[in-house]
């Protein structure tokens, strides 16, 4: 009686390691270098920032808001003010409206500036991953500039924003702005044209729409798959509908949509350029007016102490659609919170992304997505029978050298 032999093998990775921000566990079925399944696993540490905020008044809750995601420290806290907002029926100034795109698409940028250093760097082009990072510190400044801080920036307000931008802070705006069209286009050559970056990203991690759809994935991950879908046009708030937006696809520069790593680096470098449109208009089109609807916090506690309802605050966060759910009952302290992050969306589509990838692939298709949770810092590989510890740098390494075997 003849006896399957089997020839592939597990490949746990992950979830517990001191290096590990937020654990999440792979399992891999490979064969020899060639990714056969994967299975993705969440949900081993609870941080309780949602049981937190119940001992906490609203406008507690935005600094703790803040700290969900410290590159998208902007986004959560102006969800949760949206919902706050709905709830309470808060009406905020048509220019504080302005502000708010303004200091969220400087994010996004960020966000989009720095995750492609950190691409470039998966796939062993670290001389990249210090470009990006010196144009994302011009951002850094200019984000300083206009809210005193670099990364929480401690601007949101249940009714507006906390500072102004007043036109005597327009040049500063407009030179960062200048300096970022000139280096987009080094950008470009660098990311689009560049042989080999094209031969690691072309085809690799292919997301299709209908997995993109099934999979509800977010952000630039669905966008790159060619689904049209962006909260700032879907359910334009802010001040959005007043200004020139629309959805950033491959198609647009290429002609094609694949929906490969390729594809998501492309939507994100648009999506920088969209960014530099979006605040050129907020600064041609703003508005006089205050910043806050109630500057007096005392006042703003006191009405939001009567309020009982339930709203939701959706935003297009950097790195796809923030959802935050919020329950007020006439109390001091929130009742409920609720957050959903776009990284949750976009962990299930890994699986479609990473079956038949090699191994050498795992770094540069898990980061296409952005996902916010660091790296796993060690992986047990079995390999001609023999079990041995494969740690973060052997693995990145195994992605430079298949970067190197392509110019042999």
């Not at 990364?151 to 036109?167: E, F, L, Q, S």
């Not at 050559?189 to 990203?201: C, S």
């Amino acid at each position: 009686m003849s006896q399957t032999i089997k020839t592939t093998f597990q490949l746990p990775i992950g979830p517990i390691h001191p290096a590990l921000k937020e654990p999440v566990a792979f399992e891999f079925e490979i064969d020899g270098e060639q990714i056969i399944d994967v299975n993705v696993t969440l949900g081993h540490v609870h941080r309780a920032i949602e049981w937190a905020a119940r001992k906490r008044n609203p406008i507690q809750v935005l600094y703790l808001a803040e700290r969900i995601c410290g590159i998208c420290s902007y986004c959560h806290p102006m969800a949760f003010a949206l919902a706050v907002e709905r709830i309470a029926d808060v009406e905020v100034p048509e220019h504080a409206q302005f502000l708010r795109v303004i200091h969220a698409e400087i994010e996004r940028m960020c966000s989009h500036i720095l995750w492609a250093g950190v691409a470039a760097h998966e796939i062993g082009f670290d001389s990249v991953l210090f470009l990006t990072w010196e144009i994302r510190e011009k951002l850094l400044d200019l984000t300083e500039y206009l809210v005193g801080n670099r990364v929480t920036k401690a601007i949101t307000m249940i009714g507006g924003v906390r500072r102004d931008i007043t036109p005597e802070m327009y040049p500063k705006i407009k030179e960062t702005l200048q300096y970022l069209k000139d280096s987009f286009e080094k950008l470009r050559r660098v990311y689009l044209e560049d042989k080999t970056f094209k031969m690691r990203t072309k085809g690799c991690g292919i997301l299709t729409k209908e997995e993109a759809l099934k999979l509800v994935a977010a952000g630039p991950t669905t966008r790159a798959s060619g689904v049209k879908k962006d909260v700032r046009v879907d359910q334009s708030y802010f001040a959005y509908c007043d200004l020139d937006i629309d959805y950033m696809t491959p198609d647009i520069l290429t002609g094609e949509v694949n929906g490969d790593v390729y594809d998501r680096i492309i939507v994100r470098l648009l999506e920088v350029k969209q960014s530099i449109s979006l605040i050129e208009q907020c600064l041609e089109q703003m508005p006089p007016g205050p910043i806050v609807s109630e500057p007096k916090i005392a006042k703003l506690l006191a009405k939001l102490k009567k309020v009982d309802g339930e709203g939701i605050g959706r935003m297009e966060a950097p790195r796809g659609e923030v959802f935050h759910y919020v329950k007020l009952n006439a109390n001091e302290y929130i009742y409920a919170w609720k957050v959903r992050a776009p990284t949750y969306n976009n962990i299930m589509p890994w699986i479609p992304m990473l079956k038949n990838q090699q191994i050498a692939d795992i770094p540069i298709v898990a980061a296409s997505t952005d996902p916010c949770m660091s790296c796993t810092n060690r992986i047990i590989m079995i390999e001609d029978k023999k079990t041995f510890i494969l740690g973060k740098e052997e693995l990145h390494q195994r992605s430079i050298q298949k970067t190197r075997r392509l110019h042999l």
